[in-house]
Structure formats: C-alpha cells, structure tokens
C-alpha cells in the first residue's frame, strides 16, 4: 500500500486528454511539499516528466502539465499520442517517511 | 551530461549481504547541494525509494528498511555503494540509482527529485 494513491491505470484515444491523480495526506502534499512525476516507458528506468508540481525539464513536451491543490496533485496529458503509452509515477517527501512514491499509473492509447 | 550505471551481482542467495554501487560521472558529490539516491522496482510493481546521501555525507534511509540498510559515498572514485542485508526472495528487484536534485530554504532541504536514473539492475534472490 503506497503512501500517494494513484488509480492503477487510465486510457484515452489519441488526440485525447487524461489525467492522473496523486492523492496524499497532511503529512505529504498537504504539509506542502512539492510532488515531482515520472514517466516509465516499458522496460526502460524511469524519467523525470514533472519537478516541483508544474515545472517541465528541458526536452518534456508541453503536453505534460503538473498541478497541484491541496492534498492531491495531477498530471494531465493533452494531444495523447501512441509513445504515451507508459506507467506514470508520482513521488514527494512524508514527514515521516522520507521520499515516497505512489503506486503507479498504467496509460493506454487505446 | 549525467550518467550513472548501477553493478553489482544478478543473483544472491537468501540471507546473504547484497552490495551495489553506483558510478557516475557528470557531476561531483564534493559539490554542495548534490545527492545520489537508490530506488527499487520488484517486478511488475511499484518504485520504492531506498536510501539517499547528500554532499555533505547525510544520509537518509526508508523507515522500513533502514534496519538492513548502508549507504556510503567515495567522492575520489565518483562512487555510491548500497549494502542490504539478510536478503530474501521479496528483495528481488531492479535497483536503480539516481542523481538527486535539492531545492533548499535558508540551507535545509526541502525538497529532492531524481534526475537522471542508471538503467536499472536486476538483482534475484534464489536459492
């Protein structure tokens, strides 16, 4: 059971928007600690898609965006394309626990 | 440019001491405000963070493992080792390192990301 909830999977078609949750608690999202996302391409190490809530790296299409309210945060992909297909990773850092990760999110294009 | 590259054995046995380590290069860990950390995926699951060491050789370890747990640094070599003990089945998994990104407020770390990560060992307990 992770520490930031993340549904198990999400579809579109392409040229669709989806989005993906990360929900938290106080001592996590809540306590204001920035949530960073990841991009895991099959059978690939996973890379840095979003940093401190909203910001994209250099090379990250701006169909990713990053949000951020409260206890939960959001990756919303726009324009979905056949290479999103991919597990999506949310991380931020638990006052009690140190770095976490949640529990991963499978895209489909269908 | 960034690399790291993660080596160590495919295949320990149950019980036995594992030891990784991360070389990298691109960067130093001399350099404030730089961190190395080590994260795991069992296969088709989820990534779980490990264990992480700053610059300053402060280290940081998942409370639920922290028992089994060491993380050292060579800043000569451009090295990161991981140690865990008393392996077992449900530690086989692909062990990643990765560079840490720190954001800082009045010189406490608030914040870290990974950017970027190793390719990723996979590492099997069996007997």
């Known amino acids: 059971q992770s520490v930031l909830t993340q549904p198990p999977s999400v579809s579109g078609a392409p040229g669709q928007r989806v989005t993906i949750s990360c929900t938290g608690s106080?001592?996590?999202?809540?306590?204001?600690?920035?949530v960073h996302w990841y991009q895991q391409l099959p059978g690939t190490a996973p890379k840095l898609l979003i940093y401190?809530?909203?910001n994209r790296p250099s090379g990250v299409p701006d169909r990713f965006s990053g949000s951020k309210s409260g206890t939960s945060a959001s990756l919303a992909i726009t324009g979905l394309q056949a290479e999103d297909e991919a597990d999506y990773y949310c991380q931020s850092y638990d006052s009690s626990l140190s770095e976490v990760f949640g529990g991963g999110t499978k895209l489909t294009v269908l | 440019q960034i690399t790291l590259k993660e080596s160590g054995p495919t295949l320990v046995k149950p019980t036995q001491t594992l030891t990784l380590t991360c070389t990298f290069s691109g960067f130093s860990l001399s350099t404030s405000g730089v961190g190395v950390g080590w994260i795991r995926q069992p296969p088709g699951k989820a990534l779980e963070w490990l264990a992480l060491i700053y610059w300053n050789d402060d280290k940081r370890y998942s409370p639920s493992l922290k028992s089994r747990l060491t993380i050292t640094k060579d800043t000569s070599k451009n090295q990161v080792v991981l140690t865990m003990t008393n392996m077992d089945p449900v530690d086989t998994a692909t062990y990643y390192c990765a560079h840490i990104i720190i954001t800082m407020v009045r010189g406490v770390i608030i914040n870290n990301w990974f950017d970027p990560w190793g390719q990723g060992t996979l590492v099997t307990v069996s007997s």
């Open positions: 401190g809530n909203s």
């Open positions: 106080s001592s996590n999202i809540g306590a204001g600690y920035d």
